[in-house]
């Protein structure tokens, strides 16, 4: 299994600061494994401007920079240190690490020392140098120092013989100028976690912007992530950020919700996800979504949908079945009814017929006889 590390100098931005001066930024994140191979620093943002050390970067100016690497392996382990070029990407990842490629501002960079060895918990302390060009257009221009173990395998402790090891970090250099700076939100979409673990149950794709969600478990919450794509069309780094607002359907704010600034790198995309917890267990709603960055901002709305509990379902169901068990007892309480009648009907019918046929039929006297019987008595 390979043992890999933290990610280092996820992004180092230059940026124009008041008056004309310039400042320059690194921003680095762990993304590592399990931390065995460790490139550093990791979270940390560094930030200097000319009134503070009178640190000058843009055009014809030379920015060096350290990169950490620290074996945590149990064994005597060789680095090799490269440079890539980095563009946008659209394909799901943050930016295209384009190894091999020594073009654009990976051209302008050096590495004091490419190959080093490390004994078990040593650390190696190398400089990138970046030189920028005299001519060179405004904008972002990003490039990414690649650490790469030598050999196959590394004994690793607790983690057995791990593969190859590679981790990239990424710098992004900010020049100052008129550079294009353009970008919108293209999609906003509503998942749910239970429909996304029933569609990779039955190897399909997880549903998006579905109309009805069902909580989980009887007694379950819903669990919904909604996700923004935005696509950075110009040639400066953009980080948007923005909010959700979910109403109900008397128009009444069911929830907000904060989507966390994200990085789009020019001529590419990226999502921003937040979780939409603590919304109602029953009920109709719709989720607005904002997005803003140094472009603007804009705003889409997505369509109506509906949030069931589980139980609410358990309850319907068993009313339903309750109605039905006493609509087909009234149906047969019905039928059972007419049968009867209609047999009563019958048993009458059939003995008033017998009776004038047969011998047993006793005619009473007219009113002649009645007349001649009264006569004879007198």
Known sequence: MLVAAATAALLA????APGGALSFSIEKQNVGLDNKFVMSPAAERIVTTEAESGDLI?????????????????????FTLSLAQVVG???????????GVVQGAAAWATIERPTF?????EQAIDTVTIRIPEKVTPGSKSFAVVATLSGSTAQVQGAGVATQFEQ???????LPGDAPVKGKLTKAEVTSAQKGVAAAAEGDKPPVNSRFYVGPGIAGKHRLTLTTEYVNEGERLLRPSGRVTVKDVFGRT????????????????????VELRGLPSLGL??????LTTDVGSQKTQLQRFVLV????????????????????????ARRDERLYGSALGDDTSATTEADVDGEDYEEWPADDDAGFSSAADR
Do not use: C
């Not at 060895?117 to 918990?121: A, F, I, P, W």
């Not at 990239?168 to 900010?174: K, Q």
């Not at 069911?254 to 994200?262: K, L």
């Open 58 to 78: 843009g055009p014809g100016m030379t920015v060096k920079r350290q990169v950490i690497i620290t074996n945590r392996t149990k064994t005597t382990t060789s």
């Open 89 to 99: 990407s659209r394909d799901g990842s943050i930016a295209e690490v384009r190894h």
């Open 254 to 273: 069911a929830g907000r919700y904060e989507i966390p600034p994200f990085t789009v790198y020019p001529d590419g995309a990226a999502d921003g996800q």
């Open 168 to 174: 990239d970090a990424i710098y992004t250099v900010e």
């Open 117 to 121: 060895t490390l004994k078990s918990g």
């Open 309 to 332: 509990p589980k139980w609410l379902l358990a309850v319907l169901a068993a009313a339903f079945l309750y109605v039905v068990y006493r609509l087909t007892r009234w149906l047969l």
């Open 285 to 290: 709603f719709t989720a607005t979504v904002e």
């Open 13 to 16: 931005t230059l940026v124009v």
